[in-house]
């Protein structure tokens, strides 16, 4: 086999996160977490975070798909697709209800071990993600969330305590999802997602707090690489990216300059999880500006000293941004600057479908880091319909994915990237995170629940399924 085309040991899987799917939100002592206060929003329209748990409000998560109860089925279905990898999280409040605690929950625990049996029962490796918008609702009350510096030692302990259960059944782990999603510190989603900042109106502080919230995540990352290494050397430990490349609206060179900074702006997370270090725009930026308040020179060390050992990277769409004269500083924060890409068409919910942008992404990564990448997620949201005859067709779904896995194989064989695994998002219909809702659905198995909540939760394979199933059994060459 040549170095430069896909391994015979590809890890081609699916991935979820553990809030998105398992429901049994408050069984066997599970605490609250952030994702169980997010009501179900729309298609366009954005979730409701609440105080604690409201009486008649739904909260898509508590249920879910019932995977807590309805694992082994699932993990059966995915290995009659071929996975060799399945991509989860841990829910950080099964085994720290609150969070806080000195000591876990054994039987949050005991779930993953059993969890982690059934895959490997099947030669299906875990790869697993510490924290994925599932921080535990304590620390956002009791502490505010990522603001509170107090946040690096219990995410280490727990870290530490679940890499020594799981030390003979994981190998593959990532710290946090997406931890570059709250570049956009106006949107209440991500900054509740990523940091547990929930600061409701209150937006001044937003940016500084952000930028503080994320500089504790990095360096409890950094603790968690350095930890995992001492409890297993054979443990690979990766951060997580969403990696949506920001193209300039036109050849024009502020256009361009805009692009740059805002990639800047948006991909620093990734500098300092790869490189070991902020890289020097950003120094800049903060010496310019006093948005992260506490850094110590021991951060510092404890940063060079974590460095990742792969990128995880999501991928689902690029953007596109145009420059403003009212913003001459060329500042990003997001939305505000994005325009429409005629050249792409868009998904149902207006995401850019853009594979060309995907072999883009990977060649970017690689070229700044110089480290393995592992795709966790990419896939597409759409509406599917079951036929009277109880069949579900989904063209859409394996056009989308078709060319997503051509673009990613021409970057391995004809780009020279190395990648590790391929694992689409949502392998199995779950709850959306961005809008809470079933019906936009990513999977290969539909799960029959609604946007209200209502369904039998049987599971049935798309067509997309034994498409999927081939391409595995051929390694990426039938698709
Ligand atoms: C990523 C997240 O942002 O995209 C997942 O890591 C999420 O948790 C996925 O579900 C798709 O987004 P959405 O909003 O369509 O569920």
């Known amino acids: 086999m040549s170095k430069y085309s896909l391994p015979k040991n ?45 009486d008649g409000k739904y909260y898509p998560s508590h249920e879910a798909i019932d995977f807590y109860h309805r694992y082994k089925e699932d993990i059966k279905l995915f290995a009659e697709m071929g996975f060799k990898c399945f991509r989860t999280s841990i829910a950080w409040s099964r085994i720290f209800p609150k969070g806080d605690e000195d ?51 219990f995410f280490t302990h727990y870290a530490e305590i679940v890499f020594k259960r799981y030390r003979d059944k994981v190998t593959y782990w990532m710290t946090f999802n997406e931890i570059d999603n709250q570049t956009d510190y106006t949107n209440q989603f991500l900054m509740a997602t990523n940091s547990g900042l929930i600061l409701k109106d209150n937006q001044a502080d937003a940016e500084a707090l952000m930028y503080q919230a994320a500089h504790y995540e990095l360096v409890a990352s950094a603790l968690a690489v350095h930890l995992g290494h001492r409890i297993n050397p054979n443990f690979k430990i990766g951060c997580m990216i969403n990696m949506t490349p920001i193209y300039p609206a036109s050849s024009k060179p502020v256009d361009i300059f805009q692009a740059e900074k805002a990639m800047q702006r948006r991909y620093w997370f990734a500098d300092v999880h790869a490189l070991g270090k902020y ?29 990742v050992d792969y990128i995880g990277l999501s991928y689902y769409n690029s953007m596109t941004v145009a420059y403003k004269k009212e913003n001459p500083d060329f500042h990003f924060v997001g939305p505000e600057l994005v325009v429409d890409n005629p050249n792409v068409e868009k998904s149902s919910w207006g995401w850019p479908i853009d594979p060309l942008g995907f072999r883009y992404s990977l060649n970017w990564l690689a070229d700044h880091y110089h480290k393995p990448l592992m795709v966790v997620e990419n896939g597409l949201g759409a509406y599917d319909k079951v036929e009277n005859n109880g069949e579900i067709h989904d063209p859409y779904r394996i056009d989308y994915l078709k060319a997503h896995i051509r673009a990613m194989i021409d970057a391995v064989e004809e780009d020279g990237v190395e990648v590790l695994g391929y694992t689409p998002w949502g392998c199995i219909d779950l709850v959306s995170a961005g809008t809470g809702q079933m019906s936009k659905r990513y999977g290969f198995i539909y799960v029959d629940k609604d946007d209200q909540g209502h369904g039998s939760l049987k599971r049935i394979k798309k067509d997309s399924f034994f498409w999927y199933q081939k391409v595995i059994q051929s390694n990426g060459t039938a698709l």
């Open 279 to 307: 890289p020097r725009n950003m120094e800049a930026f903060f010496a310019k500006n006093e948005l992260r308040r506490d850094i110590t020179a021991e951060d510092r060390l404890i940063l060079s000293e974590g460095t």
């Open 103 to 153: 000591q876990p929950n054994e039987a949050g625990l005991k779930f993953y071990d059993d969890l982690f049996d059934e895959c490997r029962k099947y030669g299906i490796e875990p790869v697993i993600t510490l924290s994925h918008f599932e921080i535990p609702y304590h620390l956002i009350t009791k502490y505010g969330g990522w603001r509170n510096r107090k946040l690096i030692d």
């Open 10 to 54: 590809f890890l081609w899987g699916g991935a979820v996160a553990a809030n998105q799917l398992e429901g049994a939100y408050k069984e066997e002592n599970k605490g609250l977490s952030v994702a169980d206060i997010m009501t179900a929003g729309a298609n366009g329209k954005n979730r409701e975070i609440t105080d604690g748990v409201v």
